[in-house]
């Protein structure tokens, strides 16, 4: 049991039968962590410099001080790695918050998204549009369509004064827009990948926006990234023994799909988010770790018959909440007499989705399915932070360890490429 941060981490269901083989490439994490520590230090990877900076955020306060002030909307437009994050962190937004509705359409469907737009007042509607490189073509057409709309209403000025653009340097689509309009840009780090970009503006500025805590969430990451430079054996740092355990289960169970099963509703987009970063990273060169988000205890009723009675062919992450979820909403003793489920006597919701959490990961470990436990202390900024710091240095470990590079997406690029032709081909 490795016992940190904001939470804490159960291996023992996932090694009976692979401990001798995960030992073994839990000590080749050794090197890699080096290596990965060694590019912090020099900006190698500018994703681990993140946490510990503060200016960047510094410098998004204006912006958002005069947009929760002033709007009632924000769009966010981006896709995959430009909106996933933003998604995640949006989710600890405090209901009570009085700042503007944020919006993150991360498809082109036309029908949902022309239903967001029509619903817009545009006066008080603020565009965040978001590309790495600056010419996705999803979030380009988007914004081709919305400024098309934002000028018939209010002007080009005025459509300008409400618009900014955030995209690598260089003369891309975004750019190209961004100079035309003459509005506020900022700069994407050309050396931070879409997917891993969370930590940086891509995330922060929209979270921001919505009242999140933004050094809440760098502080939890920068607390993984202490835990494990720090030089102790990797069978406690939780990344590292979640890459090596594995990697034994792919190349000795054939373990070929990652279960993430969470019970905490306000983290599902942080799976839709882990969902991304792992297929992305992993799949290549035939390799790869199918990753699966399900939901407790809604998939208890449509996925859980399969993960304990299916192939054997899946590893199970069960994520347990934490205890103080709404503690004093409780069930009267007389009803639950009355109805005849005396063993709801007293017990709130939050009793009811711990034991569910509990009893599927038994369930699992009792049928020898390679489950991984994981118990929450809160869910906040800085658990969320640690969370995706420790998925994202797992996954970058996992790549080492299976020889594939996690940084590069050949094969989506190639589909990109094609998109493009057909369109062209079409006009």
């Known amino acids: 049991m490795a016992k940190t941060l904001p939470f804490s981490i159960d291996f023992t269901g996932c090694l009976a039968d692979t401990g001798a083989e995960c030992g073994a490439l839990l000590d080749q994490t050794r090197s890699a962590l080096a290596r990965l520590q060694g590019w912090q230090a020099d900006g190698t990877l500018p994703l681990l410099r993140l946490p510990a900076a503060r200016d960047d955020l510094a410098a998004l306060e204006p912006l958002v001080l005069r947009w929760r002030d002033e709007a009632s909307d924000v769009l966010v437009l981006g896709i995959g790695g430009s909106s996933l994050g ?124 919505g009242g999140v805590d933004a050094v809440a969430i760098r502080e939890g990451a920068a607390a993984v990234l202490d835990q494990a430079f720090a030089g102790g054996d ?21 373990i070929s799909q990652a279960v993430q099963f969470g019970y905490v509703d306000r983290l599902a987009r942080f799976g839709e988010w882990w969902r991304q970063l792992v297929g992305e990273s992993l799949g290549k060169q035939g390799i790869g770790l199918a990753p699966v988000f399900a939901r407790g205890a809604t998939d208890q009723h449509s996925q859980l018959q399969l993960y304990l009675d299916g192939p054997r062919d899946k590893l199970v992450t069960v994520i347990e909440p934490p205890a103080e979820q709404q503690p004093a909403w409780r069930i009267t003793p007389e009803a639950a007499t009355r109805y005849g489920v005396p063993y709801l006597a007293g017990r709130s919701l939050g009793d009811l989705i711990a034991a569910e959490a509990r009893a599927t990961a038994e369930s699992l470990i009792a049928e020898g399915r390679p489950t991984i436990r994981m118990k929450l202390d809160s869910v906040d900024g800085r658990t969320i932070g640690a969370l995706m710091m420790t998925a994202m240095i797992e996954t970058i470990l996992l790549a080492d360890l299976l020889a594939v590079d996690p940084f590069d997406q050949p094969a989506v690029e190639k589909g990109k490429v094609l998109t493009r032709e057909y369109l062209a081909a079409a006009g």
């Open 86 to 209: 933003a998604q995640a962190l949006l989710e600890l937004r405090d209901p009570d918050d009085r700042g503007p509705r944020i919006h993150t359409p991360d498809n082109v469907d036309p029908v949902s998204f022309r239903r967001l737009v029509d619903g817009l007042d545009w006066a008080g509607t603020r565009v965040l549009a978001v590309s790495k490189s600056g010419g996705t073509v999803e979030t380009v057409a988007q914004l081709l369509l919305v400024l098309d709309r934002m000028e018939a209403s209010l002007g080009r000025d005025a459509t300008a004064a409400r618009l900014v653009v955030v995209a690598e340097p260089g003369n891309s689509p975004l750019r190209r827009i961004a100079d035309d309009y003459g509005v506020e840009t900022f700069d994407h780090d050309p050396n931070v990948g879409g997917r891993f970009s969370v930590l940086s503006l891509v995330g922060l500025l929209p979270a921001m926006l």
């Open 234 to 254: 990797p069978a406690g740092i939780p990344a590292a023994m979640g890459a090596a355990a594995t990697a034994a289960l792919m190349q000795h169970k054939g």
